[in-house]
């Protein structure tokens, strides 16, 4: 096996699991003492919010991988994530170095001591920063942008509730660092995302979705980005019956598909599944025609997943 260490995001990576990876990868390579052989890699191509921030900052994307053990690798470290069902193929069959996350820890063991950073913060980006300012290494323009990104991404400008207070900070250096106006940056970026008129109902429901194991049942979570929620939901029909087949597909109990709306924060919420109750007691509304209206959520970490846990383990 090499020595070499895989760095990786989440499985469907979004702008956080990119930048974060990237950031962490170029961190670990350059420590000034303990420098780390690591290459970043994805597990998934990037969406088009993430390929926005590429091209922007001239970087090419990381390579897609399946399985570290096909790469010759048999150590990872672990970005924006930690749960296995989201990780890399064979994730239970290799080493996990070390994780940088910012969600909640759970279907997570290891065999031996690891490093491990979790905090409740605005973006993986935001903890990877602060690691370069531990470690006193310089951090590149296009490392700093990719970061910012992420960051942006992740709390939508710095309006979602998962933002913590000490975002706004690391969000004005890092936007110093990569040399760009935050304000119109982040509109620029968030809103190349949200291009959805070339999408198929299939690649809508699997742009940004995660899967999580709520008290034995097996949940989809996706959610899209836009600024027009009912031209999405002209599609119902449509993005229905490709939340059906992949439910099918895939063995998944419930889906639950957010559109979110970045302008005026609020998302719709289609519910599809074994346990369509638990999502209506988990939101307090009533769905009609598999759906319902949800004012003020735009984040899944912290106004749809906790959410679900407790109604799915009530």
Do not use: C, W
């Not at 420590?31 to 690591?38: F, H, I, Q, S, V």
């Amino acid at each position: 096996m090499s020595d070499k260490i895989l760095v990786f995001g989440h499985q469907k990576p979004d702008t956080d699991a990119i930048g974060s990876s990237y950031g962490f990868s170029y961190l670990s390579n350059h420590r000034p003492n303990g420098a780390l052989n690591t290459e970043v890699v994805a597990l998934g191509t990037p969406n088009e919010e993430t390929q926005f921030v590429l091209d922007y900052f001239g970087v090419e994307a990381p390579r897609v991988v399946k399985s570290a053990k096909e790469e010759g690798v048999d150590t990872v470290i672990l970005t924006d994530h930690n749960e296995f069902q989201q990780s890399i193929s064979d994730i239970e069959e290799v080493t996990i170095f070390g994780v940088v996350d910012h969600h909640r820890v759970a279907n997570f063991n290891t065999a031996a001591p690891l490093f491990m950073t979790v905090e409740p913060v605005g973006s993986a980006s935001s903890i990877v920063y602060r690691k370069f300012l531990e470690a006193g290494v310089e951090i590149p323009k296009d490392v700093a942008g990719l970061l910012l990104s992420g960051l942006i991404s992740d709390t939508l400008l710095l309006k979602s509730p998962t933002t913590h207070v000490t975002d706004h900070k690391v969000a004005e250096e890092l936007a110093k660092i990569a040399g760009v106006n935050l304000e119109e940056y982040g509109l620029a970026m968030l809103k190349a995302g949200t291009n959805l008129s070339n999408k198929s109902a299939e690649e809508l429901i699997d742009i940004d979705a995660k899967t999580f194991e709520l008290n034995g049942s097996k949940v989809r979570i996706a959610q899209v980005n836009t600024v027009d929620i009912p031209e999405v939901l002209e599609r119902l029909s449509d993005i229905k019956a490709a939340i059906k087949d992949s439910m099918v597909a895939n063995g998944y109990d419930d889906f639950v598909f957010m559109i979110t709306d970045i302008v005026n924060s609020n998302s719709e919420i289609i519910a599809l599944g074994a346990h369509p109750e638990k999502s209506e007691a988990a939101f307090n509304f009533t769905l009609v025609d598999d759906h319902a209206f949800l004012a003020g959520a735009v984040s899944r970490k912290k106004q749809v997943v906790p959410q679900l846990t407790e109604s799915f383990n009530a």
